[in-house]
């Protein structure tokens, strides 16, 4: 009997501490109408505080939970913002010799950048100039990959071997959010493998 009633407490003990948690990153949004920032600052946060990296890949990474995760601004659609979040499978971003600092890059390496509870996320826009702070952070959370800029600098020796493998993962899932232009702490999220477009959307009343 004092078995059952001790699991009933660390059960609400626990309940309620995941619900203060959840009220206290809801919190951190973002509310009423914004931009495309706004709207990606409300799914780094959200994403930091729910994502939990599947057992069956800490299982094959020995351990290790993702840290560095990619934000892709997909189509707008009537009145909402669609955003897609994936983890960074491989482990490296080649940075290439022609992405230059202080100029945009010209491959798909990222050129803005932002940490949110240990978590990095990247993505890239048409605008913004390479530099040197994103790199120093990539680096530090060991993804940033120079092995192309130095082959073309002649830095690496003759018998170099390139191990670096391109992981295709059709069971990995990112996360798909719908967000309200005009109230950008509301949304919707969908945990899929699936592109945009090849499921049925979640229903979010906009105001």
């Avoid at 505080?49 to 599947?54: L, M, S």
């Avoid at 909402?80 to 010209?106: A, C, N």
């Avoid at 949110?116 to 530099?131: A, H, Q, Y």
Wanted: hydrophobic letters at 35%; glycine letters at 6%; a positive charge.
């Amino acid at each position: 009997m004092k078995r059952n009633f001790n699991k009933r407490v660390i059960a609400i003990l626990t309940f309620g501490s995941l619900f203060m948690c959840c009220i206290s990153y809801k919190n951190q949004l973002l509310t009423g109408a914004g931009n495309i920032d706004q709207a990606r600052k409300n799914v780094i946060i959200d994403f930091a505080n729910t994502y939990k990296t599947p057992r069956s890949y800490i299982k094959k990474r020995e351990g290790r939970s993702f840290d560095v995760f990619w934000i892709f601004k997909e189509d707008s659609e009537d009145d909402l913002l669609r955003f897609s979040v994936s983890p960074e499978i491989d482990g490296h971003i080649p940075l290439r010799i022609k992405d230059s600092l202080g100029q945009v890059p010209h491959s798909y390496f990222p050129n803005n950048f932002e940490i949110e509870k240990g978590k990095l996320f990247v993505w890239k826009d048409s605008i913004t100039p390479l530099r040197k702070d994103i790199l120093n952070v990539m680096n530090n959370f060991g993804v940033l990959d120079s092995t192309d800029v130095k082959r073309e600098l002649g830095l690496l020796r003759d018998n170099f071997e390139d191990a670096r493998v391109l992981t295709i993962d059709h069971k990995l899932k990112s996360t798909h959010y719908y967000i309200c232009k005009e109230s950008t702490e509301k949304f919707k999220k969908v945990i899929t493998s699936k592109a945009f477009g090849y499921y049925e959307s979640p229903g979010l009343n906009c105001p």
